[in-house]
């Protein structure tokens, strides 16, 4: 399974970007679907998850309100939303999948058994 993240981008705060995640070698329908980032000097941490079915979406309490964690399980590509972007989003974002990952599971990205290459959003004050 290979996962091809982009979108990312330089953008004012206040600006909005939408990620992508293309998977490819396997039906992202299979999958629990994540993002995360991580800033120069920081450990990975937890954005959003996404469920198969699309109705379990949990969020990171700092972007909770702004972003939005989707999938179109036909195109095999799961996307984030980001709105009202701030300095402190600035990070390289990844996505993530996983296999039978419930509840705070899905908020470890250890648990996560592929990663795609990452995709860079900058956000200028």
């Known amino acids: 399974v290979q996962l091809q993240a982009s979108g990312g981008g330089l953008v004012q705060a206040g600006g909005s970007l939408r990620l992508s995640c293309a998977v490819s070698g396997g039906t992202s329908s299979s999958y629990v679907m994540g993002w995360f980032r991580q800033a120069p000097g920081k450990e990975r941490e937890f954005v959003a998850a996404i469920s198969w079915s699309g109705y379990s979406t949990p969020y990171a309490d700092s972007v909770k309100g702004r972003f939005t964690i989707s999938r179109d399980n036909a195109k095999n590509t799961v996307y984030l939303q980001m709105s009202s972007l701030k300095p402190e989003d600035t990070a390289v974002y990844y996505c993530?999948?996983?296999?039978?990952?419930?509840?705070?599971?899905?908020?470890?990205?250890?648990?996560?058994?592929?990663w795609g290459q990452g995709t860079q959003v900058t956000v200028s004050s």
């Open positions: 993530a999948a996983g296999t039978g990952l419930l509840g705070s599971r899905r908020q470890n990205y250890n648990e996560y058994d592929y």
